[in-house]
């Protein structure tokens, strides 16, 4: 047991490493910090609150959902929604084989590396419960930490439309967690909003 712990923490360790070199900064409690090592870190808080008996490729999945994200820019793509998807897409495949580099170094077999290719890549949503965890956490990230900033820069129209999309997405646990999020006034009546619809 000590080594397979060993071995996540190896692994985890990798991706903060690399996703320290993230150019695009945050600032966090008064620190600023590489936006996408703050987001695996969330990610990870958010999945203990989420299921804290997760597996070991689900950890390593919710860690690495953004590992290396700056690489493949969204304005490299068409800005319009097929450009979206399509950058989306290759973000997945990318994600799913960075972290697939890491856990081969790191001798893990290639039941969990497809395990969590599978869930980076959001495949079987609402059918496999690791990937349905993993969209949970990422759109509780979201609304936590990402929503508020994200709702002043796009008309209401699309921000209710995207919350609606959001909870779509989520499982009934998800949703009740969602809706114990502290927020400012204005996000929460967008929440409010979009579920009412």
């Known amino acids: ?57 689900l950890r390593i999945a919710a860690r690495a959902q953004h590992i290396e994200r700056w690489i493949i820019p969204r304005d490299t793509y068409p800005q319009n929604r097929t450009g979206y998807l399509q950058w989306r897409t290759d973000l997945g495949k990318f994600h799913a084989d960075r972290a697939g580099q890491i856990m081969g170094d790191e001798d893990y077999d290639e039941p969990a590396i497809a395990a969590v290719s599978t869930m980076l890549r959001k495949q079987q949503l609402k059918t496999n419960p690791d990937t349905q965890t993993l969209e949970d956490v990422a759109c509780l990230v979201f609304l936590e930490s990402y929503f508020a900033d994200f709702s002043t820069q796009h008309d209401r129209d699309k921000i209710v439309r995207i919350l609606r999309k959001t909870w779509a997405k989520m499982s009934q646990r998800g949703r009740e967690l969602a809706l114990t999020i502290e927020m400012a006034h204005d996000a929460r009546e967008l929440v409010n909003q979009a579920l009412a619809g």
């Open 1 to 57: 047991m000590a080594d397979t712990t060993d071995r996540l923490e190896r692994v985890i360790a990798r991706i903060d490493k690399a996703n320290t070199l993230d150019p695009n900064r945050e600032t966090f409690q008064g620190q600023s910090m590489p936006a996408a090592l703050l987001y695996g870190q969330r990610m990870s808080r958010w999945l203990d609150r989420v299921d804290d008996a997760a597996s070991e490729p």
